[in-house]
């Protein structure tokens, strides 16, 4: 392998950013754009920033007193993505280890505070474990989970929709068309929306909520 190839430099940081960035990470750094703006955050440190398709994506939509540093381990890739974002003073691009970022303890320990929630963790590792049938779940539900395992005809009128940009799996709409017996119908929210439907597409959520009351 040439010392190019290894440093991401000459016209690596081009050609990924032409073919590689559209055909998998595209619509992904729309979607995290879109979740990271719902959050309203006035400093953004982005990791791993490779030839800026999150900046051009999120920048855009920050708010004007926003600070955003950049990082990426090799110069080359951030010098590309720097060179495809316009002047943006609230943009700080740096070189950076992921494993040892250039910020003192200080500025760690005033972003950790956003963070501080001390059932977190157990809550996301016991849910995980849920889905696995690794661990019980909430004994007093257990009647509508035998319920639910059953797949029952749904008879009241629905909606059902779908972002997309979903990245999670998901079956085809067609798989669970004859699941619902009533008046029935599927709409696919378009423009880079993930799962997150009533964060994400909060517009389309409500008219859904609004038209199935009208069926």
Known sequence: ????????????PENYDRYMVPLIFARYAADLARRAVSL?????????????????ALAPKLPSGARYVVTDLNQAMLDYAASQQPPDDRISWRQADAMALPFDDATFDKSAE???NPDHVDISIHNYRWRLSL????????????QLAAFPTITV????????????????????????????EHRLIT???????PQEAPSAFAKAIVDVDRF
């Open 40 to 56: 309203s955050p006035t400093t953004v440190l982005e990791i791993a920033a490779g030839t800026g398709a999150v900046p051009r």
């Open 114 to 116: 956003a963070l501080e």
């Open 1 to 12: 392998m040439l010392d190019s190839d290894k440093l991401f430099s000459g016209s690596i």
């Open 157 to 184: 009128p629905t909606i059902t929709l779908e972002g997309d940009a979903n990245g999670a799996p998901h079956p085809d709409p067609s798989a669970y068309v004859k699941r619902f017996s009533g008046k029935y």
């Open 135 to 146: 661990a019980e779940g909430e004994a007093k539900y257990d009647g509508l989970e035998k």
């Open 191 to 197: 423009g880079g929306v993930g799962h997150n439907l």
